[in-house]
């Protein structure tokens, strides 16, 4: 929560307008509802069709390359929580538009418009070449397992800028697998159940005095490969584990084949995807 919301009178939600990009997405549209509860607006945004906008959204199509666009889109916003762009291994080409100018953009724009805070949807997949052997925090070198991982690091190290030069707060958000339910035996690992990523959201959107800080979307599982110990000021405490989804994938093999990289390393077939050749 920003200072300047702090002094709103008690009956009025916590903030005036929220920008929630990637609106569209999966994580997108599991937050709407939630945001509803948070501020006056919010504001969505995506470059698809955004389905049914609730009388509390102001809903736009925005491509995030369009930086006059995306300058409009900031106009009067207190908060932004970013989860828009490219969130699986593609061509550079289209990695470079989505996730690099598209977050150059927003952050250029939230700066001179005076965003207080950025809530950014970074990845596991910044840190995916650690091996599955250990369990990293949030002091962990880089280690991207893809191009995409590397338009991660880009944004967590822009948000440390943007921070460090103009105050302009950040909690970059390394989502593990955050579905409805785990779709393979390492998404037992990463699983962040859609509850824990609304929970996730809020600690970071409300905490106060966050800087810049960094924290791993994982729910309570029982194999942990990151650990979020000195995140801890944020508050989050995720409820959901994916033990309950341990039937669907009985061990019949070991878990760990150290000659296949995609099962080494933690973010697994994310290693082996890229680069891709640009689109013909």
């Not at 893809?146 to 958000?173: A, I, M, P, Q």
């Not at 409300?206 to 599982?221: K, L, P, Q």
């Not at 061990?251 to 290693?271: E, I, M, R, S």
Request: aromatic residues 10%; proline residues 6%; glycine residues 8%.
């Amino acid at each position: 929560m920003t200072d300047s919301n702090l002094d709103r009178p008690a009956a009025q939600k916590p903030f005036r307008r929220l920008l929630l990009t990637g609106a569209a997405g999966n994580l997108g549209q599991q937050l709407r509802g939630a945001l509803a509860a948070w501020a006056d607006v919010v504001r969505v945004t995506d470059i698809a069709p955004l389905g049914e906008v609730a009388a509390h959204e102001e809903a736009s199509i925005v491509d995030l390359a369009d930086e006059a666009a995306v300058h409009a889109l900031l106009e009067g916003v207190d908060a932004v929580v970013h989860l828009g762009g490219i969130s699986v291994e593609a061509p550079f080409e289209d990695l470079l538009e989505a996730n690099i100018r598209g977050l150059y953009n927003l952050y250029s724009a939230a700066q001179k418009q005076g965003v207080k805070r950025i809530v950014y949807a970074s990845s596991n997949h910044a840190v995916g070449f650690h091996p599955t052997t250990s369990v990293v925090d949030i002091d962990a070198p880089l280690r991207p397992d893809s191009l995409y991982g590397v338009t991660k690091c880009f944004g967590e190290s822009l948000s440390r800028y943007y921070f460090d030069r103009f105050g302009l707060e950040t909690v970059c958000l390394r989502i593990g697998s955050s579905f409805e339910q785990p779709k393979n035996p390492r998404m037992l690992v990463t699983y962040l159940s859609y509850r824990d990523f609304i929970e996730l959201v809020r600690c970071s959107l409300f905490t106060n005095r966050v800087g810049h800080a960094i924290v791993y979307g994982v729910s309570d599982n029982r194999t942990k490969w990151v650990d979020n110990t000195k995140a801890a000021f944020l508050g989050f405490r995720p409820q959901d584990s994916s033990i309950e989804f341990e039937h669907l994938f009985p061990v019949t093999a070991p878990t760990t084949d150290l000659d296949d990289p995609t099962q080494h390393f933690q973010g697994g077939p994310f290693v082996l995807a890229g680069p891709m050749e640009p689109k013909r």
